[in-house]
């Protein structure tokens, strides 16, 4: 079952990368909502692992994702679901058993049936929509898309660990509001990497970033980070703002977001050290 | 950092990163100013009168300045002797003096988690068990030796 896990991970970053790369949007909303459905897999398949002990991490191949046409990389996801299914008996839970597999095999009919379509999203191009960005912004915006789409995706994997290996129903509620938020920015920033022609997938996370030593410790380290993070988005949106006011926009909403989830990881580092002073 | 075609295949795609497992050697470089770290892993072939580095990883607990550094120096000191890469070692701590120092610390740190990887093989083979190096970056870019013994990865 480890290694089904492991495989679901991958083949849920592929499906997503996927979604980056289709400009069909009845495309992009099936492989996007796939890549959701195949995220839950790996947060049933980790649940399943927990409860029987088995020790594991987020380790994983590199995922090679470069392709010209899209029909190759649904060719790929197809391929992959189909290596995962000589796993799936290893799944002793019938019903997530039953589930995973039902959900594979519409998966697989429907990406058969999707068309084809020429994928730009590494001609590393470097223009965002119509904007006139100077070399400075452009270099700026480039570092800023693969430093921060790393960082929602290790953002998504470190509080998924703590969610899963955590019994706290109220910190709980807060690590899921912060999964949610880390995969909308990942979505904004992927869908902004493919269209400039710089996607690429995040690198594996070293285990020690999620599994913390001390809670109290990361939830300190990771509101400055999040402060941190709020004065880069001021600095991209200061540095755009005069070729592309959407585009600057689009930055200073990033940072106000930033607000909230300092708000909730100050709520549970209270809750952390009240329960902890109990 | 200014990027152009080369840096962003570096970025997209960084050569050797991931992790070896029951590696010849590992070595950590860290910034103690703020916790990043480079792990830098080899496989070593003796068979050769030099050792030689014959793979080589890294993983980066870092920047994506750091991680470009990781890729452009271990594509380089793969396949080198132990004395070509403390030339590499040499050349690229060398140069820092003319780079920005963040940009600096980041190659800084790749290049003595590279030294530790080495130093910590040949320490294993003098001592008959496995040492892990940890070198820490200073501004002066002379590692600070720290040692610490570290139990091989099951």
């Known amino acids: ?278 | 950092m200014e990027i152009d075609n080369e840096i962003l295949e570096h970025m997209r795609n960084p050569y050797n990163y991931g992790r070896i497992d029951e590696a010849s050697s590992i070595g950590i470089g860290e910034n103690p100013q703020n916790g990043e770290k480079v792990i830098i892993y080899i496989n070593v072939d003796e068979s050769d009168s030099e050792a030689t580095i014959s793979q080589i990883a890294f993983e980066a607990i870092a920047c994506m300045t750091t991680v470009v550094a990781g890729s452009v120096i271990t594509k380089e000191a793969d396949g080198l002797t132990f004395s070509k890469v403390e030339e590499l070692i040499a050349v690229t701590l060398g140069m820092l003096e003319h780079v920005d120092p963040e940009q600096a610390a980041c190659s800084e740190m790749v290049a003595v988690a590279l030294k530790a990887a080495i130093d910590g093989y040949l320490l294993s083979k003098e001592k008959g068990e496995k040492q892990t190096l940890i070198y820490k970056i200073e501004q002066s870019c002379s590692p600070q030796m720290e040692y610490s013994k570290q139990e091989e990865r099951e």
């Open chain 1, 1 to 278: 079952m480890k290694q089904l896990f492991i495989k679901t991970h991958e083949v849920w970053l592929v499906t997503l990368m996927a979604s980056f790369m289709s400009k069909n949007s009845e495309t992009k909303q099936s492989l996007n909502d796939f890549s959701d459905i195949l995220f839950r897999h790996f947060t049933w398949l980790e649940r399943e692992l927990i409860k029987s002990g088995v020790e594991y991490d987020y380790n994983r191949d590199s995922v090679p994702i470069k392709v010209d046409s899209l029909r190759v990389i649904l060719d790929n996801i197809v391929e992959r679901l189909n290596t995962m299914e000589l796993m799936l008996p290893n799944v002793t839970d019938d019903a997530l058993r039953f589930r995973i597999q039902t959900d594979w095999e519409y998966m697989k009919y429907q990406i058969g049936n999707l068309a084809d379509e020429e994928v730009t999203a590494f001609s590393a191009k470097r223009e965002y929509k119509d904007f006139n960005l100077s070399n400075e912004a452009t270099d700026a915006l480039t570092l800023f898309l693969f430093e921060e789409s790393y960082k929602e995706y290790e953002l998504i994997m470190i509080y998924n660990y703590l969610k899963a290996n955590s019994n706290d129903d109220y910190l709980n509620k807060i690590f899921q509001i912060l999964i949610d938020e880390s995969f909308f920015h990942l979505k904004s920033f992927g869908q902004m990497m493919a269209e400039m022609g710089i996607l690429a997938v995040p690198r594996v996370i070293h285990e020690s970033i999620y599994k913390v030593e001390s809670l109290e410790e990361f939830l300190k380290d990771g509101i400055d980070e999040e402060l941190a993070a709020k004065e880069q988005c001021k600095e991209l949106s200061d540095a755009v703002v005069k070729e592309a006011k959407e585009l600057a926009k689009f930055f200073d909403f990033i940072n106000y977001q930033e607000n909230y989830h300092i708000a909730l990881m100050q709520d549970a580092l209270r809750h952390f050290e009240e329960k902890g002073a109990e």
